[in-house]
């Protein structure tokens, strides 16, 4: 069983989505936030060498475990998270656009594939178990998610 860390709304909408409006607000957090997108803290899939393979088997319906349908990104931990925003002027621009971390349990470890730097997992067959304000310190993260890992597990 894995742990993902995901930003996201209420809805499920994470800041980099489809839509102009997520674009901006991701965009908006990383430059008014003072932490520019840098391909070495920000890879894209293609570029994270842990990610690239599962990607594009994905993209092409050939994962066994991954759809297109169902995988979204998240962190593997609360200090990916703290990198990829990290500053906090970052972090509070996501809180106050709506963001929150969810906490999901994917159940089938076959289900993630993680670099140290993000997660790809199948949400359909996770499990939310909770969520964290994206402007909390890493300890209370850290804390909220093994406290629902506990529960989880239990």
Same mark, same amino acid.
């Not at 993630?112 to 997992?121: D, R, T």
């Given at each position: ?24 607000? @991701? ?6 936030? +003072?932490?520019? *997108? =840098?391909?070495?803290?920000? $890879? /894209? ?44 002027? @970052? ?6 656009? +709506?963001?929150? *971390? =969810?906490?999901?349990?994917? $159940? /089938? ?44 597990? @239990?």
């Amino acid at each position: 069983m894995t742990l993902i860390l995901r930003v996201e709304d209420t809805e499920g909408r994470g800041p980099y989505s489809n839509s102009l409006t997520y674009r901006k607000s @991701a965009v908006y957090a990383h430059e008014m936030g +003072g932490c520019p *997108i =840098s391909m070495t803290q920000h $890879p /894209d899939p293609y570029q994270d060498d842990a990610l690239a393979d599962a990607w594009i088997n994905m993209r092409n319906s050939q994962h066994p475990h991954l759809t297109a349908l169902g995988t979204r990104f998240g962190f593997p931990t609360a200090a990916a998270y703290f990198n990829w925003f990290s500053t906090t002027k @970052a972090r509070d621009i996501l809180h106050d656009s +709506g963001f929150r *971390i =969810s906490l999901y349990f994917v $159940p /089938d470890d076959r289900c993630v594939v993680a670099s140290k730097v993000q997660a790809l997992f199948d949400r359909i067959k996770a499990n939310w178990v909770g969520a964290i304000a994206c402007n909390s310190t890493q300890d209370e993260i850290e804390l909220g998610a093994s406290r629902k890992y506990s529960e989880y597990a @239990a």
